[in-house]
């Protein structure tokens, strides 16, 4: 990674700095030594040489996963004996070889420590983008499921709303056909009751005039009739009458009466205004 390999390149830098710094002490050391003040180096190695610290008591083993170049390199090279003697006898070496030993291992100890912090870096960021990515796609499903109650509630209302104008278009249509149907049968009951009418007033009609006819062929026929009997009595008298012509003229006719003709009344009984219907009759 970037950073990694920048921190790497930073820690090299400063290293090597570190270790010309401590040859140049190392170097100084030496001079005074040299000069008549090594019982004092001896007996103070490290403290001759300064920013020199401590030697750590554990090396930090190298960290899995790295190149086999590097486990190498974070690897302490294999020692000489003989060199290791001669070094322990020249304290000015040892010192330098403890303050170089010293910075690989806080070297070790920080690279390590920078591969932790970096790993924790890492882990923490794709933790982060996890709980980014998760958090994204929650307000997603929930953004995604206001959206489909939405439709459905919409469908919902379109659906009911539909309904109700069907239920009203047909309540229209119903109502509609029973006021059609009443004014049908209104219609029907008023031709019927005018058609009764007319037929009630045309029998009407007819049986008065029926009655009327009746009524004036027996005047007739009793008119008929009793001018038959007087012709008959008169016939019947008629020799009487002629012997006593002279004598009984006077009398006779002041006793014979004029033949009058029987007025039969009409029947007022149902007049009306004269209608069409009358009229055809």
């Known amino acids: 990674m970037p950073n990694k390999k920048r921190n790497r390149r930073r820690?090299?830098?400063?290293?090597?700095?570190?270790?010309?710094?401590?040859?140049?002490?190392?170097?100084e050391q030496k001079k005074i030594v040299e000069n008549g003040e090594g019982a004092k180096a001896v007996s103070e190695p490290v403290a001759a040489a300064p920013g020199v610290e401590k030697a750590p008591e554990k090396e930090v083993a190298p960290q899995a996963g790295e190149t086999a170049g590097k486990v190498s390199a974070e690897q302490p090279p294999k020692v000489d004996k003989a060199e290791v003697a001669e070094k322990k006898a020249d304290p000015v070496q040892a010192a330098i070889d403890e303050a170089?030993?010293?910075?690989?291992?806080?070297?070790?100890?920080?690279?390590k420590a920078d591969r932790e912090r970096t790993e924790q870096e890492e882990a923490a960021r794709l933790?982060?983008?996890?709980?980014?990515?998760?958090?994204?796609?929650?307000?997603?499903?929930?953004k995604a499921d206001a959206e489909e109650a939405a439709r459905v509630a919409k469908e919902k209302a379109d659906a009911e709303e539909a309904a109700r104008i069907a239920k009203e278009k047909a309540d229209a249509e119903e109502a509609k056909r029973v006021a059609k149907a009443k004014a049908d049968a209104e219609e029907a009951?008023?031709?019927?009751?005018?058609?009764?009418?007319a037929e009630a007033l045309a029998k009407e009609k007819k049986e008065k005039a029926d009655r009327e006819a009746a009524a004036e062929a027996k005047a007739d026929r009793e008119e008929a009739e009793r001018?038959?009997?007087?012709?008959?009595?008169?016939?019947?008298?008629?020799?009487?009458?002629?012997?006593?012509?002279?004598?009984?003229?006077?009398?006779?006719?002041?006793?014979?009466?004029?033949a009058t003709k029987r007025v039969v009344e009409p029947d007022n009984e149902g007049d009306h205004e004269p209608c069409q219907l009358c009229a055809v009759m």
Do not use: F, H, M, Y
């Not at 933790?127 to 929930?142: F, G, H, L, Q, S």
């Open 127 to 142: 933790a982060k983008e996890k709980a980014d990515a998760e958090e994204a796609a929650r307000i997603a499903k929930e």
């Open 100 to 111: 170089v030993r010293k910075e690989e291992a806080e070297r070790l100890a920080k690279e």
């Open 189 to 197: 009951e008023r031709t019927a009751k005018e058609k009764a009418d």
């Open 11 to 27: 820690n090299k830098r400063k290293n090597s700095q570190k270790q010309a710094a401590a040859a140049v002490k190392a170097q």
């Open 227 to 258: 001018v038959a009997k007087e012709k008959k009595e008169a016939e019947e008298k008629a020799p009487e009458a002629e012997k006593s012509a002279q004598g009984t003229e006077p009398k006779a006719k002041a006793n014979k009466q004029p």
